[in-house]
């Protein structure tokens, strides 16, 4: 089977051959231990952090593993109790086809009114990282003005359309046209501030007539500038990601005195560290999306061999929602 490595760490952008695919034998497995096939392949903008070296929230990638990352697939050998040929599971196995596994970090996952993918979507991850700053930092009343960027991602879509369901006034930020009518049309959001149109002060106001309540913010520099400008008394922030300095950008603030001036309360989060909530927020969302109340979008590169551009894509934002790699 193949799999892909780091090859070199980046220096600024990444590039394709940052990484190396190779092709490696099936190992057999011991008692204890299973063989997944996997299906999908999860690629998320915290790998940017675990390939280089400096301080993250997350220990880095070493030199010449298999990548990191979250995937769902098929077991297709057993001699673990809790797991029988045919399971679909989702666990974090990496850029590979194949993998051996322990069990440990490894969950079986219903698809009967679930899509597999949507286990490393809309009800995985990336959705539990929305509804954990939505309603554990922003907590929002009916009626307030919800801002989210990355609107259209796979964060972002989720934010977005559970501030909707509680009755907020929900405004998007998202990058291009096509974006920011999705964001309205197909996910439900009040308004999308295109910010990559030119008038993203003047947009954001307009779209905000009450000021904001509440930012989920995905991007950073001035697009998190520009919401800043906007926010009202005791305002909150859900400071989740900062996608646009990942490849080293600088995005310097001017509006931090706004934090003091409106008495806004900032929180940084990782999702992986509320690990007693996840059964709560993903039965929630896996009922939403069952339901129909919560709708996603993927952008799917097929085969493993394309990973390396897609991922390189997410980082300059070509994917539009949720990027996966399907495996062959
Ligand atoms: P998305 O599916 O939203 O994809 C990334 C998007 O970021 C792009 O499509 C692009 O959309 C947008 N973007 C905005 N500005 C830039 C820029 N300068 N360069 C590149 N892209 C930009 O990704 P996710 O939903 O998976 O992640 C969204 C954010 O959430 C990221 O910052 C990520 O690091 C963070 N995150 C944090 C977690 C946590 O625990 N704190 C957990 C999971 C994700 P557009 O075209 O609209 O600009």
């Not at 593993?65 to 769902?72: A, D, H, K, R």
């Not at 008038?199 to 106001?205: H, I, M, S, Y």
Request: charged share 20%.
């Amino acid at each position: 089977f193949q799999r892909i490595v780091l090859a070199a760490r980046p220096k600024g952008e990444v590039q394709a051959d940052n990484f190396r695919l190779e092709t490696v034998d099936t190992p057999a497995i011991k008692d204890g231990q299973l063989l997944v096939r996997n299906h999908y392949l999860s690629l998320d903008p915290y790998m940017r952090g675990r390939m280089s070296e400096g301080k993250s929230y997350a220990a880095s990638q070493a030199l010449d593993e298999t990548m990191i990352g979250g995937t769902v697939g098929e077991v297709i050998e057993s001699k673990h109790a809790k797991f029988a040929v045919g399971d679909t599971v989702v666990g974090t196995l990496g850029w590979t086809e194949v993998a051996v596994s322990d069990g440990s970090m490894l969950r079986k996952v219903d698809t009967t009114h679930v899509p597999e993918s949507a286990y490393l979507g809309s009800v995985g991850m990336p959705g539990m990282t929305a509804w954990y700053g939505l309603n554990h930092i922003m907590a929002p009343k009916a009626g307030e003005t919800v801002v989210v960027s990355a609107a259209s991602g796979a964060v972002g879509s989720v934010v977005g359309q559970l501030a909707k369901l509680k009755g907020c006034r929900v405004v998007g930020i998202a990058g291009g046209p096509e974006k920011c009518a999705y964001v309205v049309n197909e996910l439900g959001f009040d308004a999308c501030v295109d910010y990559k149109a030119g008038n993203l002060e003047a947009d954001l106001e307009a779209a905000t007539p009450d000021g904001i309540d509440a930012i989920f913010e995905n991007v950073g520099g001035k697009v998190f500038d520009a919401a800043l400008a906007r926010t009202n008394a005791f305002g909150r922030i859900a400071l989740c990601g900062w996608i646009s300095g990942y490849d080293g950008q600088p995005t310097p603030i001017d509006n931090f005195r706004l934090i003091l001036i409106n008495r806004l309360t900032v929180q940084g989060f990782i999702v992986g560290e509320q690990p007693e909530l996840w059964p709560e927020g993903l039965a929630e969302l896996g009922k939403l999306v069952a339901e129909g109340k919560l709708k996603f979008r993927e952008s799917v590169a097929e085969g493993l061999a394309k990973a390396p551009e897609a991922f390189i894509g997410l980082l300059k934002g070509r994917n539009f929602g949720k990027q996966l790699v399907k495996l062959g």
